[in-house]
């Protein structure tokens, strides 16, 4: 794994398959390592890692997880972009804390440079694994390979899926050489993990992503994008802040349209442009890495008037 911090990769079939693989070997590596004791888990409320129990429980949404009690134990929940909060939770007991560097499904909010770092330094104050789950940030959407190369910041496992295929599916966990072993023989597994299909297609996808120009494509359309979101929030007052890094992005809604996403979602639907929602209150972006000017300036002028078209209903 040249063009990341690890050294191994486990194949799996999702995003949530890639993080249950991370919080399984987590919960092995503290045991193995440093006793019975080390299983707790730490996780950002407003997360999401997938739709297995486990990560369900560790995913910081009560919505997703409440109808499927007991959950499994050993698992709580820190306000993200509080280090306080962090610090007060981490203890010795704990095997793992699993940070989205930009939290997708919530709102695409970036974590900021200090949280990521403390939670670096607090992981390995108390030999904890930090885990990034890049499902939705890796492989390029950020402008950068991983996303945790813009903070500088390295997990010890780091899980994969959505661009890895660019739409077939497939997942990875990437981590070191010194906590890999942890999976030994028998221990963790998948029938199709790995298989040469999935595979081959995610190999030509990185291949064509992982280049200089590709990523300094998806950074400059990406400034494009959130210039143009931003002048159109400005124009017609829906937007009050657009965020996030690369072609992944954010539009906050303003005040007085709080928590109406999805009524923007369906009304760009109306003239062929498919946005997403993160949440009740953020509309996402996260179109091909390879847009181009001709496609960003059509689905930006179908945007305005499916927001117009909204406005004036
Ligand atoms: C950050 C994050 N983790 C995990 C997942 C789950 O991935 P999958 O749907 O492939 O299981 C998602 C999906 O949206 C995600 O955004």
């Keep these: ?25 987590a919960r092995k590596y503290g045991r193995d390592h440093f006793g019975e004791h080390k299983t707790e888990i730490i996780a950002c409320i407003n997360s999401f ?6 990560t369900v429980s560790v995913g910081g949404q009560a919505k997703y997880s409440q109808d499927y009690a007991p959950l499994p134990p050993g698992i709580s929940h820190v306000a993200f972009n509080d ?15 699993i940070i989205e560097p930009v939290q997708g499904e919530s709102g695409i ?21 930090l885990i990034f789950d890049e499902v939705q ?60 299909l999935a595979c081959a297609v995610a190999n030509r996808a990185f291949d064509i992503i992982n280049t200089p120009e590709t990523l300094s494509h998806v950074q400059t359309q990406g400034e494009k994008l959130q210039t143009a979101l ?11 802040q657009v965020r996030g890094m690369g072609l992944l992005l954010g539009a906050v809604m303003a005040d007085q ?24 209150n953020v509309v996402r972006f996260a179109p091909s890495l390879l847009l181009n000017n001709e496609d960003l ?17």
């Design 83 to 97: 280090i306080a909060a962090l610090e007060a939770a981490i203890s010795d007991k704990t095997c793992a804390v």
């Design 297 to 313: 300036q059509e689905g930006m002028q179908r945007l305005e008037v499916a927001i117009n078209e909204w406005l004036a209903a």
């Design 109 to 129: 909010l970036p974590a900021t440079q200090e949280y990521l770092e403390a939670a670096r330094r607090l992981c390995d104050q108390y030999n904890a694994l």
């Design 1 to 25: 794994m040249e063009h990341s911090f690890g050294d191994k990769v486990f194949f799996c079939n999702s995003g949530a398959e890639a993080n249950e693989a991370a919080l399984k070997l």
């Design 137 to 196: 940030t890796g492989v390029g959407h950020t402008g950068k390979l991983f996303a945790y190369e813009h903070y500088g910041v390295k997990p010890d496992i780091m899980s994969l899926a959505k661009a890895l295929g660019c739409g077939f599916p497939i997942g990875a966990i990437v981590t070191t050489d010194a906590i890999a072993p942890t999976f030994g023989p028998g221990t963790h597994g998948s029938t199709f993990g790995g298989n040469p």
């Design 257 to 280: 349209y709080e928590n109406r996403a999805g009524e923007i979602f369906n009304a760009a639907l109306k003239h062929g442009l498919m946005v997403l929602v993160a949440g009740p």
């Design 49 to 54: 890692h997938g739709r297995t129990l486990f």
């Design 230 to 240: 931003q002048q159109i929030g400005e124009r017609t007052g829906v937007f009050k």
